[in-house]
């Protein structure tokens, strides 16, 4: 949050450099190999939701209850999902070449681009360029997945799922993986899964993966979440942008945030308004309580021993010799306290139940 409400301009093009060493690289400086759930992960911590936005809802008051996870529209760099309605597909070289010039978003985008790479210090070659026109492209590609684009006029239906049969969908994108290594938890298959814009939208994202499934594909994968990474970090970076000309991240901000109030912006940026961060928290919470629980049953174990051994000592009816020996016994017992994996899944303590 400090780095985010930097004031100067030296300030912010720092917070921005270390956030661009982390990334390991972006577009023609990109070295990174990293799986897109990974690379998704660090960008959903600085609250950067880029392929899709996903909440949870838990139970603050039982933390054995089941959550559920809702995927929804991840906002696009515009701000508004209906803005991308008056434009037709396009492809890398129609932005390239300056055909599209006139289409002010994409221009708005591409110079954007170009500003943050500067930013960087980056050289604007041709690859640069070129991987920066994918990353718009896909982009636009997502946003049109929205059901505000489909034929149908009613509104969808919410698909109710659970993580299990995502799990189909692993060669596009592994939702468990993903889920599980953000919450730092494993996730039950059975987690239910509410797809709130609807059946329809989510096969057409699939779709969209499945074309970006090779490996160049998934570098442009990881170009776009930077992209959006770097590009919220730095409308939220002090003046890092107050002073340009509108035409390129000045006029993106304001499309994107809509006001000027940064310090409710920075505090979104770190990821306050995040719910699966709640949930996380509320692991972490347990997780304490869990850890004070075993040593308060380690305590009442010895508690138990010291009164055995105490009962033996006063016996009236344990000769000499059996006392010794029983005392002795005792005393060497090794009290060990654990909790089976098993006990953090509602699903695996009903079946457990179910045979008592």
Sequence with gaps: FQNCMRESIEGAQ????????????????SKDTRPIEDVLIGAYRTNALSMFHIS????????????????????????HISIYGAFESFHVDDLLSGRLDKHWLNSLLFNAGLELAKDLGMRADERMRRALAHAILLDYKITRCSPQFAAQTSKPEQWRTTLGELELYDSMFDFRFFLGSYLGRDIPADTEVV??????YFMRMMAVLQEYSAQEGQQIIRDYIKFKQLF??????????????????????????????????????????????FVS?????????????????????????????????????????????????????RIRVAVPEASRDPVAQESEYKMV
């Design 56 to 79: 949870a809802q838990i139970d603050s008051k039982d933390i054995s209850s089941r959550t559920i996870l809702t995927i929804e529209e991840a906002t696009p760099f515009t701000g």
């Design 14 to 29: 720092e917070s921005l450099q270390i956030a661009y060493k982390e990334m390991n690289g972006w577009l023609s400086t």
């Design 232 to 277: 919220m970090l730095t409308i939220h970076s002090g003046k890092l942008v107050r002073s340009r000309d509108l035409g390129g991240l000045e006029t993106l901000r304001i499309l994107y945030t809509g006001e000027d109030d940064r310090s409710l912006q920075c505090i979104n940026r770190v990821g306050m308004v995040n719910q699966l961060g």
């Design 281 to 333: 928290i509320l692991e972490k919470f347990w997780g304490t309580k869990l850890r004070e629980n075993m040593e308060k049953a380690r305590s009442i174990g010895e508690d138990m021993r010291r009164e055995y051994i105490d009962a033996l000592r006063k016996s009236d009816v344990i000769d000499e010799k059996d006392r010794f020996a029983m005392i002795d016994k005792t005393e060497r017992v």
């Design 195 to 200: 797809i709130a814009p609807g059946r329809d």
